[in-house]
């Protein structure tokens, strides 16, 4: 019943910027911390960026943060990745996902998520 679905991924040059989308449907999501995952191939799945219920407290990971913006729009059930600075190791899927815990932080276990949105960054 409960869907994550992403969008905004694509192609773009090293230095350029892209803004992805997650809407979730079949629930209401305004008490989840929302946020979002990324596995390039090779690697293991990292975390990137989570925000509280309300937006008042966002954590991003080292390599993001200064470059990537995470916020949301309870109304409309959607969070957003705002990445702008691409670098070629930003290349890999990005994942939306959604804990129950209110709170955001980095000690976070999400309990649903979406199928992934490619991003690739050219040198």
């Known amino acids: 019943q409960v869907q994550l679905v992403e969008s905004g991924g694509g192609l773009v040059q090293a230095g350029g910027s892209l803004r992805l989308s997650c809407a979730a449907s079949?629930?209401?999501?305004?008490?989840?911390?929302r946020g979002w995952f990324r596995e390039a191939p090779g690697k293991e799945r990292e975390f990137v960026a989570t925000i509280s219920w309300r937006g008042s407290g966002t954590s991003y990971a080292d390599s993001v943060r200064g470059r990537f913006t995470i916020s949301r729009d309870n109304a409309k059930n959607t969070v957003y990745l705002q990445m702008n600075g691409l670098k070629p190791e930003d290349t890999a899927v990005y994942y939306c996902?959604?804990?129950?815990?209110?709170?955001?932080?980095?000690?976070?276990?999400?309990?649903?998520w979406g199928q992934g949105t490619q991003v690739t960054v050219s040198s």
């Open positions: 996902a959604a804990d129950k815990n209110p709170y955001g932080g980095t000690n976070w276990t999400p309990v649903y």
């Open positions: 079949g629930g209401t999501f305004s008490n989840y911390t």
